[in-house]
């Protein structure tokens, strides 16, 4: 049989098989690429479906009272936490109503990080304004000097329907270095969900 006659039966199988495996490499890079973004990290979203964020693998919820709303730590690290603070705000303002990002980054480190008093002494290193399914993040972070040790700690500031949601991360400054882009990841997935 001339190879012409084969041709026209042979491309279209062809075409399609190329097609199955082109589709089937694209998936499953897809899928690499998601898994990697989320690699050691596990999903934590609120009972009322509200709001949702990563929390790293390995770490376990502490249930505290007359603290945060949701508290993780580290299991081999104890030291590495975790933390969702809920406050109330006037329900008409947004989070620029209440400053910019290096305004609240650093109200935020005068009253809660580093008091008066507290013997804890902080400084704002960076402060970043983000926008993410229509709401707009501040995105924070802080090298906290304690009299034996230094921390660092990064956090996310939005606010919404007269809540403002602070999740908070952070470590020893010794593995800072190690944990530097987890955290990254954890404060951004930060979501409000209804």
Known sequence: MP?????????????????????ALIAAGGLAGCSAAAAGLNAFQSPDGRYAFLYPTGWTRVVVSDGPQVVFHDLINSDETLSLVISDVNPTNDLSDLGSAVAVGEKL???????????????????????????????????????????HELATVVADRGRLYTLAVS???????????????????FTLQI
Request: glycine share 8%; proline share 4%.
């Open 109 to 151: 480190r005068r009253v809660v990080i580093a008091p008066a008093g507290s013997g804890r002494e902080a400084e704002l290193v960076e402060a970043v304004e983000r926008q993410d399914g229509g709401h707009t993040f501040y995105d924070l972070e802080y090298a906290v000097h304690l009299v034996d040790r230094d921390r």
């Open 3 to 23: 190879l012409r006659s084969l041709q026209p039966d042979v491309r279209p199988w062809f075409s399609r098989l190329l097609a199955v495996l082109l589709g």
């Open 171 to 189: 470590t020893n400054e010794a593995r800072w270095g190690k944990v530097k882009e987890l955290f990254h990841n954890v404060i951004t997935s």
